[in-house]
């Protein structure tokens, strides 16, 4: 089973967004998925009990409600995590994972946040030995823009690899409100959504997201 965690400290940049999109991505291709909430907001979970049952199905896991363990036959546990993520906890959960997605928002503040909260994961030791693998997703940008010119060289001064670039699109919040992904929407909807995943479900189901561990 792979572990994915989506992580940053900074609330409001998109973590849940990421998970829930994620596990559905993954779920349309396929795979048994779990989503984990870790997040005491439990947005998550909110997410998962108004989801359908006609479409793909994604295990739901609340860490309100206990230990936060997948079932048997699970192949990616995906980990929303809190914001404010630090110190032991934020190490525990790295140690958990063969992949961390680090969503980071076009804006100064953001970045600045993310500066500081990315120095500190690339020196825990599962990152700095390889254990686990660092994404980068830019999140909520408008192309064309100059903000997202300066996230785009911000991002690429790391040495994780940019992994996905998601436009600002109401198709997200029209899709969480029903417990819905943008992958579960029609194509003359989230046609251009849908491609943005692919480059990441891609990547996450290569051998370059997975530590070593």
């Known amino acids: 089973m792979r572990t994915i965690a989506v992580l940053n400290a900074k609330g409001g940049c998109g973590k849940t967004t990421i998970a829930t999109n994620l596990a559905v991505a993954l779920a349309w291709e396929g795979h048994r998925v779990a989503l984990g909430d870790l997040d005491p907001q439990q947005s998550s ?76 994961l690339f ?8 254990e686990a693998k660092v994404g980068l997703i830019a999140n909520r940008v408008k192309p064309h823009t100059i903000i997202y010119r300066e996230l785009k060289g911000f991002l690429e001064h790391y040495k994780a690899p940019v992994v996905g670039r998601l436009r600002d699109s109401m198709n997200y919040v029209r899709a ?36 070593k561990a």
């Open 45 to 120: 979970a909110d997410w998962s009990a108004t989801r359908p049952e006609d479409y793909p199905e994604i295990v739901s896991l609340n860490a309100a409600e206990g230990p936060v363990r997948a079932p048997s036959g699970t192949d990616f546990l995906i980990l929303d995590s809190p914001a404010g993520i630090h110190g032991p906890e934020m190490g525990n959960l790295v140690r958990r994972a063969q992949t961390v997605l680090i969503p980071v928002l076009p804006s100064y503040i953001d970045m600045n946040a993310a500066h500081r909260f990315l120095g500190h």
């Open 176 to 211: 969480f409100e029903s417990g819905l992904s943008v992958n579960d929407l029609p194509a003359y909807m989230a046609e251009h959504d849908w491609e943005e995943w692919e480059t990441i479900v891609h990547w996450i189901t290569s051998r370059k997201s997975r530590g």
């Open 123 to 130: 020196s825990l030791k599962p990152i700095a030995e390889g």
